[in-house]
């Protein structure tokens, strides 16, 4: 028996052995990580809005304007002014990142909070006719700051039929926007 333990105890620290001197998995080779960043002096201002608040008017519109679910009319460009911006360092982006309890979780646009409200949505667009779903794109228009501290962030709202019987009624909607930097 105990012929039996030694022999036990002696291949065990032979195979212990044997495993300290196995050949360690080399990690790959390193490399360089490079971090970079800016430093901005404070936000730009708007400079076309009363306290940061700016009103849309929409034009008055008919129902038969519509022609079913999703179709839009009375396109109206609206821009942020930005004065004040951040000039250094040089290449300074700024956009407006748009929240709030407002916006549609469905398709991204801004519902009618009016109380004798139509059967309409108000949807954002860039400058180009493009429509933005606020939900999955919360930046969608970026302006370079020039030289001067200026830049100017160009959007569109429209009304959007929500559904395919568009009813007459007044519209309101509203949206909170933050300035950010890139």
């Given at each position: ?8 105890a002696?291949a ?9 001197l ?5 990690a790959?080779?390193?490399?360089t ?8 002096a ?6 076309n ?23 839009t009319?009375g ?8 004065t004040g ?6 290449g300074v982006?700024v956009?407006?990142?748009?929240s ?8 991204g ?8 409200g ?19 794109t ?18 569109q ?16 909607a ?9």
């Open positions: 028996m105990n012929l039996k333990s030694s022999l036990l002696t065990l620290a032979v195979a212990c052995g044997a495993l300290a196995a050949p360690t998995a080399n790959a080779t390193g490399g990580i490079t971090i970079t960043g800016k430093v901005i404070p936000t730009c201002s708007v400079s809005a009363t306290a940061g608040n700016l009103s849309v008017n929409l034009p008055t519109v008919l129902t038969s304007a519509f022609s079913g679910s999703g179709s009319t396109a109206t460009p609206f821009n942020l002014a930005l911006c951040p000039t250094n360092p040089s982006q956009a407006a990142q748009f709030g309890s407002g916006i549609n979780a469905t398709d646009n801004l519902t009618n909070t009016a109380a004798s139509s059967n309409v949505e108000v949807q954002l667009t860039n400058s180009a006719g493009t429509a933005i779903n606020l939900n999955t919360p930046t969608p228009v970026t302006a370079m700051v020039d030289a001067s501290g200026n830049a100017t962030l160009n959007y709202a429209q009304y959007y039929a929500a559904v395919a019987a568009v009813t007459s009624g007044a519209v309101q509203s949206v909170q926007y933050t300035l950010t930097y890139q």
